[in-house]
């Protein structure tokens, strides 16, 4: 579900980064509509990066819940000096 998620928000990022960064130069400097396009870009890139640290902590948990399942189920095998 986790990745779903990210995956959407990260659509999200890139469409808002990528449309405000394609407004920066239409847009006259010091105007309201350059601080909303900076805004925009800048919560943009926050989106996207933090999806990306999202993705890269779920992935590493995955390893590592995967890890410790096959440390778990290792089979014990008793030797005749236990018994």
């Given at each position: ?10 659509s ?8 405000s ?6 847009t ?40 410790m ?15």
């Amino acid at each position: 579900m986790i990745d779903v998620a990210t995956r959407a928000l990260l659509s999200l990022g890139c469409f808002v980064g990528v449309g405000s960064a394609l407004m920066l130069p239409g847009t006259v400097a010091g105007s309201a509509e350059r601080i909303v396009s900076i805004f925009a870009l800048l919560l943009g890139l926050g989106i996207v990066v933090g999806c990306v640290v999202v993705r890269r902590l779920s992935i590493r948990r995955r390893h590592r819940d995967a890890a410790m399942t096959d440390l778990i189920d290792d089979p014990v095998v008793t030797t005749k000096e236990n018994s």
